[in-house]
Every structure is written in structure tokens, then in C-alpha cells.
């Protein structure tokens, strides 16, 4: 038997202890340290048996992990990547990849320098409900793909901020924490199909809270191939048509397993997500005419324990990266113009649409 590979987590904040609890569920691999400067992180550290250290710099200089998962706020993710593949160990990091596209392409060089494999944790990549509405996408069930509604509301209670201040302030907001998880979910849905986001117009507002960064936002997409879609988001809002409270993937959150959080719509027919309700007619396509409905069948998977796995097979170079530091970028420029497009109250081109090499 091979011996489980050993994980060190930088941050044990909201997503690092996502990621001990699956660590510690793991057969394939264990956890190796905990890199957090926060004082109750001693008591996670002692409660899991590894050492605590305050610095990334720190533990790499006195441990030889064979992978790193970066659960750091976003602003440390490219420096605290880096300096990982400079001692030549493969890292996940957190979404979003970067803060800017220029700290993202500082990343991106540095990985195809170094040689040693990124993977970026956009978990819903792994998850068996978008496995299933991607194949019968990619089938052409629906047809030519028209129309896309997307909905993230959600109410994060005030404790999520007071235990993270940096959340209130510019780099963050839920457009970069929680808006990119959409755009990232849409391009792994339809790009097959419709090809890249090639436009986005959006609006913001945060009048709710009060923050620097918005707390609500409404984006129009357009797809290479025609397609248009429509996103709205909001941190402040009660409702059950998220993602989260919708796919029951993550069982933290109230689970509405009727409601959907996407509708996509085509010649042919429309999916709803994740309920996987397919619709269609029989005969000619009509509005007087009735839908038959069927209800897709989809396999149970925890994303975030898939994307362990997953992890593991590339610390062990037996599979790529399902989401690249590159791929990543792409789902970061995206929802970076969605933020320029509110702030100019304008249509923002995405300019690597153009150039898919970029």
C-alpha cells in the first residue's frame, strides 16, 4: 500500500475548514500542517495532531508537503502559489485565482516556469449534477442554445463579515467571491456548445449594507455562438434560488430541492438546474401546444470531496489540472469585466474570446 499524501492547509477560515473536514475523510491523503496566524487556530491544529504555523514561508521551510491547498484570503493567493512552486510542490488554490489579471498572468508564468501543476477550486467543476446537464447539453437535446437565467440570492448573516472585515473592502464583495462561481458554472455548462462569454453588461448596487464592495448585481452575458444569458446576485436577500440551497451538495445550507437556481432554454427544449427537469414537445414546437417533461437521473457526489481526489491524482501527475491557473483566468476576466461594466455603466468586451490561446 502507498502511504497517503500528505496536505498542508494555508487558512482556516470558512473554506479552509471545508477542506480539513475533507481531508480528514480522505484515504487517499492526510493532513501534513496548518499555516494561520489566527489564535483559534491552535486548537484545530492540536485537535488534528500536526504543527501550526504563522507564515506560508514558515512551514515550507520546515516541512516538505507533497501538495498545498490555499485557503488565504484572495489577495495572498498568487504570492503564497508561487513561493510553493518554488520548493517545486503542486498547489490548489481557492477562487478566484487572482485579484487582477495581471497578478494572474505573474501566476501563470511562474507555474509553466516551474513546471509543477496548479489546480484551481472551482469545485462545482467536480459536481455530478453539472456532469449531467453538460452531456445532455453536449447531445443537443435542447437544441441551439438561446437563452440562459441564472439566480445566486442568498443572506449572509453578519457574522460572516465581523469574522473576516476584509469581505467589506475592495478585493473582495460577492461580484469576485460569489458572482465568479456563476460565470465559472455557465462557461463549464454551454462553452461546449456556445462557445466563451464574449460580452457582459452589469449593474451594481450597495445600498444594503453599506460596504465598499456591492452587496447586489444584475449581468447580462452574450456567448460566442449567440447565446445570451442573464445573472442576478445578492448577499443580502432571502430566498431559496442559489446554488447551495438548491443543489444540496453542501449540506450546511437549507436545502429547497424543488427550486432551481438555472433555466436554460433552447430550440428544442429547456433544462431547469439542478432539478434536472428536461421539457420539450413532442411534435411541433408551440406555445399552444403542451411540454412533456421528464426528469434527468444524476449519480450522488460531494464536489469539494472529488476535487480532493482529484488533487490528489495531480500531486501524483496522473491526471491534469481540470481547472488550470489559465481556465481560471478566463472565469476571472469575465467577472472582472462585470465589475467594470457597473462601474462605467457600459458593454465590456471580453478581450481572450478573441484569442482562445490567451
Known amino acids: 500500500m502507498t502511504r497517503p499524501l500528505r496536505i498542508a492547509l494555508a487558512g482556516a477560515g470558512t473554506a479552509g475548514r471545508v477542506h480539513l473536514d475533507r481531508i480528514a475523510e480522505s484515504d487517499a491523503c492526510c493532513l501534513a500542517a496548518l499555516v494561520d496566524p489566527a489564535p483559534d487556530a491552535h486548537g484545530l491544529a492540536a485537535r488534528a495532531g500536526v504543527a501550526l504555523y504563522r507564515e506560508l514561508g514558515e512551514m515550507l521551510g520546515a516541512e516538505r508537503p507533497d501538495g498545498v491547498i490555499l485557503a488565504t484570503p484572495n489577495t495572498l493567493h498568487v504570492a503564497g502559489a508561487i513561493e510553493c512552486l518554488q520548493h517545486g510542490i503542486p498547489v490548489l488554490i481557492e477562487k478566484p485565482v487572482a485579484g487582477t489579471l495581471t497578478d494572474a498572468e505573474v501566476l501563470i508564468d511562474a507555474q509553466q516556469r516551474a513546471g509543477v501543476p496548479v ?24 437544441g441551439r442554445l438561446v437563452a440562459i437565467s441564472g439566480s445566486a440570492v442568498f443572506c449572509k448573516p453578519d457574522a460572516y463579515f465581523d469574522e473576516a472585515p476584509w469581505r467589506r473592502r475592495q478585493g473582495a464583495g460577492p461580484v469576485l467571491l460569489n458572482m465568479i462561481h456563476e460565470v465559472d458554472t455557465l462557461r463549464a455548462l454551454v462553452g461546449a456548445v456556445a462557445g466563451e462569454i464574449v460580452e457582459v453588461q452589469a449593474m451594481v448596487t450597495s445600498a444594503t449594507r ?61 433544462l431547469c438546474v439542478p432539478t434536472m427537469r ?21 449519480l450522488e457526489r460531494n464536489p469539494l470531496s472529488a476535487q480532493l481526489a482529484h488533487f490528489c491524482e495531480v500531486i501524483q501527475r496522473r491526471a491534469a489540472p ?23 455603466g457600459r458593454p465590456v468586451a471580453i478581450h481572450s474570446a478573441a484569442n482562445p490561446s490567451a
Open 119 to 142: 489546480l484551481v477550486g472551482h469545485h462545482r467543476r467536480h459536481s455530478a449534477i453539472l456532469d449531467a446537464a453538460r452531456e445532455a447539453i453536449g447531445e443537443g437535446r435542447l
Open 322 to 344: 481540470l481547472v488550470s491557473a489559465q481556465d481560471a483566468t478566463r472565469t476571472l476576466e469575465v467577472t472582472l469585466a462585470i465589475t467594470e461594466s457597473a462601474r462605467g
Open 210 to 270: 453599506g460596504f465598499e464592495v456591492e452587496d447586489s448585481a444584475v449581468v447580462g452575458l452574450r456567448f460566442a455562438a449567440g447565446a445570451l444569458a442573464s445573472l442576478v446576485l445578492s448577499d443580502c436577500a432571502t430566498g431559496p434560488h442559489s446554488w447551495e440551497q438548491t443543489s444540496g451538495e453542501n449540506r450546511r445550507y437549507d436545502h429547497h430541492a424543488d427550486d432551481d437556481c438555472y433555466h436554460i432554454a433552447g430550440t428544442c427544449g429547456s
Open 278 to 298: 428536461l421539457r420539450h414537445y413532442e411534435g411541433e414546437a408551440s406555445w399552444w401546444l403542451p411540454l412533456v417533461t421528464e426528469r434527468l437521473p444524476v
